[in-house]
């Protein structure tokens, strides 16, 4: 069976540039997602098959590391697809045959965005996840984005 696709889109308070320079320093991660993220390792230039590895704090659902690879990277339109590779073992959605993220950020105007994210699944089974185990998916990617996004309205300097 072909994966199944689901999507959502944010505005974000913060302008696409200054979101997208965060995207571009996955370094930065751990200061951006403090208490979130305690650690990031990454292998590559953050083109495509770039590998990142991010730690999560031990307080987020028991902690564990998300592993990622860069699928494609458009810096121009400010696009990335990434590969997930490993979840924490205790994720809440649970194990997954494939899971691919696109996530876009689009100008609003000089100091806000959109941000738009696809995620592409398939299960074991060939099925799909019940409609709260894919909002879980969503809510997790827009709750990074949302550090982000409150770091840098905190922050007005930073990646500006």
């Known amino acids: 069976m072909a994966p199944v696709s689901i999507s959502d889109e944010r505005a974000v308070s913060v302008s696409a540039e200054r979101v997208w320079?965060?995207?571009?320093?996955?370094?930065?991660?751990?200061?951006?997602?403090?208490?979130?993220?305690?650690?990031?390792?990454?292998?590559?230039?953050?083109?495509?098959?770039?590998?990142?590895?991010?730690?999560?704090?031990?307080?987020?659902?028991?902690?564990?590391?998300?592993?990622?690879?860069?699928?494609?990277?458009?810096?121009?339109?400010?696009?990335?697809k990434s590969e997930v590779l490993d979840v924490p073992a205790g994720s809440k959605v649970g194990k997954l045959k494939s899971h691919v993220t696109e996530t876009k950020i689009e100008a609003a105007d000089?100091?806000?965005?959109?941000?738009?994210?696809?995620?592409?699944?398939?299960?074991?089974?060939?099925?799909?996840?019940?409609?709260?185990?894919?909002?879980?998916?969503?809510?997790?990617y827009f709750g990074m984005l949302k550090m982000i996004e409150d770091y840098l309205v905190a922050h007005p300097a930073e990646y500006a």
């Open 110 to 140: 000089a100091g806000s965005c959109l941000a738009k994210i696809k995620v592409e699944y398939e299960l074991e089974d060939g099925g799909s996840l019940s409609p709260e185990k894919e909002k879980l998916i969503l809510d997790g």
């Open 21 to 80: 320079k965060v995207f571009s320093d996955a370094a930065a991660m751990p200061k951006v997602c403090a208490g979130f993220i305690d650690a990031i390792e990454v292998e590559g230039d953050g083109g495509a098959g770039t590998v990142t590895t991010m730690k999560l704090n031990p307080a987020v659902d028991d902690g564990g590391s998300f592993k990622t690879r860069v699928v494609a990277r458009d810096n121009a339109a400010h696009v990335i």
